[in-house]
């Protein structure tokens, strides 16, 4: 079972982050916070803008961030935490093996995965849609993708699980807590390090249509991914891209229950589903900050800020910004445009936003088809994950009518 058991309930969570939002807001684009020592951006315009500026605004934190010595093999091919050049040379290599093809080519898999994870509950009008659909799925999807056995499909989740606890940090983890945090899951680490290496030497020696087989032979200008960096990038994968999707599909359905009605119009035309997505990603988005540091003095909004700076860059703040969204506060399936932040800007804009779109929009079709009714009975029942580490349902119990 996932760790955050220390859970906050509903409806914390889903009252407590839009104000602090509104509030982070009415300071004003910028500010420093004196209590956590760190920049916030949050006004949409700033955010794009020092999301765009990965020259300015260096993703490596390691000069002023913990680190454990267990996690330098999982840095080599862990991009997301990597500046130009080494940023492109590994995503350039990486997207010849995960291209929209093999994406696209994911949908039969997926519904047949969603199908048969809907069928083990068929014979129930009550079940934690969580546990059943939204934290199974991307992680089977993931493993699939990499051509590991399905019996070692459990072992992911366990993974899974344990990178995901949040059961060291509190609600404001300081640097201190970071450390005990990666202390905690070193052995964790390990054990996938030592697993990824093993499943490249099988698929170096009996080569398949999967994505590790794919890795491990694509080139650019001569030069191909070591062992080292496909660990690295599935471990990438495996924390950018499970409890995300987990925490999308979660976050959707609860937010549907909220606003009566939701469910009504996506059964009357189902082609609203992907706009239904969007929305939900720009309300409720599972990464809502992400870390800068100023690799140079900069002024930003007329504040200025000394190089070696951690900023943190407020997504779900952006998405509610009434400079750029008309109606911020208004939960509507229809908005369209919706240039929502959740998946990021510029160089480091989500590489696996495709296949999260996909999943959710193939699991909701589903729900939708299978079911009359989906409704939440008690919220008191809800959980969710430890908000400092992501921002997503964990147990959701539902009722159904067939
Ligand atoms: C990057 C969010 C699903 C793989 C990112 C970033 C965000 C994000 C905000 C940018 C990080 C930054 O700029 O520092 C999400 C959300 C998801 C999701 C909200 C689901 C709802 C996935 C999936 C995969 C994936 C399914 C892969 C299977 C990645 C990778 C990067 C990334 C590899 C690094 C890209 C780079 O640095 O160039 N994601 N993600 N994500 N995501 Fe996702």
Redesign the pocket.
């Known amino acids: 079972m996932v760790a955050s058991e220390q859970l906050t309930q509903t409806p914390s969570v889903l009252d407590v982050l839009p104000d602090r939002w509104q509030s982070l807001r009415a300071a004003g684009p910028v500010g420093y916070d004196d209590a956590q020592g760190v920049w916030r951006v949050v006004g949409y315009a700033d955010v794009a803008a020092v ?1 765009a500026d990965p020259v300015t605004y260096s ?1 490596d934190l390691s000069p002023i961030a913990p680190t454990q010595q267990d996690f330098e093999a999982f840095r080599q091919g862990n ?4 500046d130009p050049p080494e ?1 492109r040379k590994l ?1 350039t290599l ?1 997207s010849q093996a ?1 291209t929209p093809r093999v994406v696209h080519g994911l949908a039969p898999r997926i519904e047949a995965v969603c199908a048969r994870l809907l069928d083990a509950v068929a014979d129930r009008d009550r079940f934690d849609v969580v546990d059943a659909l939204a934290y199974p799925l ?1 992680i089977i999807v ?1 493993a699939e ?1 990499l051509g590991v056995p399905a019996g070692d499909h459990r072992l992911f989740q366990e993974w899974a699980s344990t990178l995901f606890s949040g059961d060291q940090l509190g609600e404001a983890p300081d640097m201190a807590d970071l450390e005990r945090a990666l202390e905690a899951i070193a052995p964790t680490v390990r054990e996938m390090n030592d697993y990824v290496l093993g499943h490249i030497r099988h698929r170096r020696a009996h080569p398949g249509d999967d994505l590790t087989s794919k890795l491990l032979t694509a080139e650019v200008d001569g030069v191909r991914l070591r062992d080292q960096e496909i660990v690295g ?1 599935v471990a ?2 495996l924390v ?3 409890i ?2 987990t ?2 599909l979660g976050n959707a359905l609860v937010t549907f229950d909220r606003h009566p009605g939701t469910l009504g119009v996506l059964r009357d035309d189902p082609g609203k589903v992907p706009d239904a997505v969007e929305e939900v ?1 720009r309300w409720l ?3 809502p900050e ?3 540091r100023t690799a140079r003095p900069v002024v930003l909004s007329g504040h200025e800020i000394p190089p070696d700076s951690l900023l943190m860059v407020h ?1 779900g703040a952006a998405n509610r910004d009434p400079a750029r969204f008309t109606a911020p506060e208004a939960f509507d399936v229809t908005r369209s445009p919706n240039p929502h ?13 495709p ?2 779109r996909l ?2 929009r193939i699991a909701l079709n589903l729900l939708l088809n299978r079911f009359c009714s989906i409704v939440v009975p008690s919220h008191d029942d809800i959980t969710f994950q430890n908000p400092s580490v992501i921002v997503g349902v964990r147990h959701l119990p539902v009722e159904v009518t067939r």
Not at 79 to 82: D, E, H, I, T
Not at 341 to 353: D, N, R, S, V
């Open positions: 999301l993703s991009f997301v935490g990597m940023h995503r990486v995960f991307p993931i993708l990038f990438l994968l950018a891209g499970h995300t999707t925490a999308l990603l988005p599972p990464f992400l870390g800068r997504l932040l959740t998946f990021g800007h510029g160089i480091h804009f989500c590489f696996g936003a296949l999260a999943e959710a």
